[in-house]
Structures are given as structure tokens and as C-alpha cells.
């Protein structure tokens, strides 16, 4: 488990259900919201940014990023070991976003992120 005063809350699944309906927060370009000690290379791993969850994937120096929340009615998505699983109906969805077993129909969306000086940043 690691927390960090970026709101890094564990590896590789780290956060809970939203409850349903989701957040509407939206993280602010800049934010940083891990470092990449704190991602395993290849682990997606569900952080979150001011109150939204985002799922970072590390590939060595670079980090790519998905949003967490369930496109079926906006729960937080964990990574299972090998699906980004929404805990509340029950879609999943593969590493790359994409629905594998509704009833979510739409991709996890792409989330821009950088890394700075070791930090992941919103874009
Ligand atoms: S909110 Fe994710 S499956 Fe319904």
C-alpha cells in the first residue's frame, strides 16, 4: 500500500466505488497526481485526482492514463489482474479502455498526462 499527499492509495487496485452517478470534479492540468516510484511498470493502477479516479499505466519513463469511471453509470473501475472491473454491474474493460462485457458500451476515455522531473501531471 502506498500513500502519498498525491493521493496515490494503493497498488494496483486502490480505489472503492463512487456509489453510482460518478464524480464531476475535474482534475486541473498541471496536477500532479503520482510519481513513477509509485507505479509498477505494466500495473494499471487507479489513482485519484482531485476526487476522480484515473488509471495510470507506466511503460518504463512514460505513463499513459485512462479516466476511472464506469461509462455505464459512473462507478470507480479496478484493475482485477487482468480487466479494469467496475465493482457496481459489472462491465469490464481491457488495459487499452476498451469494453470487453457490458452493460457499459462506451471506452474508458483517454485522461493527457505528463511526466515532469519524475511526477505524473495532468496534461
Ligand atoms: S456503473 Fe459500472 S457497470 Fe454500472
Known sequence: MIATALGVVGVPVLAACGGGGGT???????????????????VP???MAQDTPVVLTRSGDTVTALSGVCTHQGCTVRNDGANLLCP???????????????PATEPL???????????????
Open 24 to 42: 464531476t470534479a475535474t482534475p486541473s492540468s498541471g496536477e500532479a497526481i503520482a510519481t513513477l516510484a509509485d507505479l509498477a511498470d505494466g
Open 45 to 47: 493502477t487507479v489513482v
Open 88 to 102: 457496481c454491474h459489472g462491465s469490464m474493460f481491457g488495459f487499452d479502455g476498451a469494453v470487453t462485457n457490458g
Open 109 to 123: 476515455p483517454a485522461v493527457a498526462v505528463a511526466v515532469q522531473g519524475g511526477e505524473v501531471v495532468i496534461a
